[in-house]
């Protein structure tokens, strides 16, 4: 399957796994890469520049000549940032050729990384955010529909709506995110003008994702009702899986209504990642998961997931979308 994302980035099949805060480590992002997708490594999981180096040559090491993986980078306010700059640095120095960069405005630091021949994907909630993006000379966009897991946004516009305004408005390639798991969302996605899918709660329960087992069997387990927006009093929505904090959480935004300030929620959001995802603690806090889970059925290799996806989908174009019309 060729599409202009696959051209773009130099990969075989049109899938990315998207950046996932104390998922992406090397182990993950190789085995996407190796399966023939886009595989990425989460910069900030890595706590320095130093660290992030090191990881980038580990996945160099795992992945097999010719296969892409990229780093993803997210620029977040913050009173003491993280070292962007060394970040920045580390990519270049490790020879990545592929960046997604999510959060604020990435333009100050494009024409370092484009300069060192680097494709820059940046993820967008909005057509709005995403025509900024085209125009600041990011290579390409993923649009984030209301189903995905972590941020949406704050506008509410699902992928069957946003996905064909991206298209009408866009002119750089944009892959779809949010709500994608198998065949049938990669099909629709193309289908609604996306030149692939990113995928990042599917991509969680696989067998190389370097999170505990915990976690899987919680994706495995639940369905398209189980997911919950936290934040929004805060304007800094995130939909995560249900459990007892997040439960908790929603009680105390709903007593504390417009007065809700971050440390009344702390400790159902701050520094829990690593107690999730590390030790399987599944009440430790809210993290971030999309509607999709309610599609997730198994735990296969990225191997596996990938291949089937790619063959279902060539089934259902040839089979289904061709048989419907006249001869």
Not at 68 to 85: C, E, I, K, Q, R
Not at 226 to 239: G, H, K, S, V, Y
Not at 258 to 280: K, S, W
Not at 305 to 311: G, P, S
């Amino acid at each position: 399957m060729k599409t202009r994302i696959t051209e773009l980035l130099g990969i075989q099949h049109p899938i990315i796994q998207g950046g996932m805060h104390f998922v992406d480590f090397a182990e993950m992002a190789a085995a996407v890469a190796n399966a023939g997708g886009l595989g990425l490594i989460t910069g900030l999981t890595q706590r320095t520049p130093e660290d992030l180096a090191k990881e980038i040559a580990r996945c160099r090491e795992m992945t097999d000549a010719g296969k892409v993986f990229g780093v993803n980078l997210t620029f977040l306010p913050s009173v003491t940032p993280p070292d962007y700059p060394g970040y920045v640095k580390a990519i270049i120095d490790g020879g990545v050729k592929v960046v997604e960069t999510a959060g604020n405005n990435p333009q100050k630091w494009l024409p370092a990384l484009k300069e060192a021949g680097i494709k820059i994907i940046h993820k967008c909630t909005a057509v709005r955010h995403a025509l900024k993006a085209e125009s600041i000379g990011c290579d390409a966009v993923s649009v984030d529909g209301f189903e995905c897991g972590g941020h949406p946004g704050e506008d509410d516009v699902p992928n069957f709506i946003l996905l064909p305004r991206a298209a009408e408005e866009l002119k750089i390639p944009f892959v779809a995110s949010g709500g994608m798991a198998d065949a049938r969302s990669l099909v629709a996605a193309l289908a609604l003008g996306a030149d692939g899918m990113n995928m990042g709660t599917r991509f969680m329960a696989t067998k190389e994702a370097p999170i505990h087992e915990n976690v899987k069997q919680a994706l495995v387990a639940a369905s398209e009702l189980d997911t919950r927006l936290i934040m929004r009093p805060l304007r800094n929505t995130e939909r995560v899986l249900t459990n007892g904090a997040v439960e908790k959480l929603l009680v105390t935004e709903k007593e504390k209504g417009a007065a809700l300030t971050f440390a009344d929620i702390t400790e159902e959001v701050a520094g829990v990642y690593p107690r999730i995802m590390r030790n399987g603690e599944m009440d430790a806090g809210g993290w971030s998961c999309g509607m999709v889970a309610g599609l997730i059925h198994d735990v296969p290799s990225c191997q596996e997931l990938i291949d089937t996806i790619m063959a279902d989908a060539e089934k259902l174009i040839r089979g289904r979308l061709m048989g419907v019309l006249d001869a």
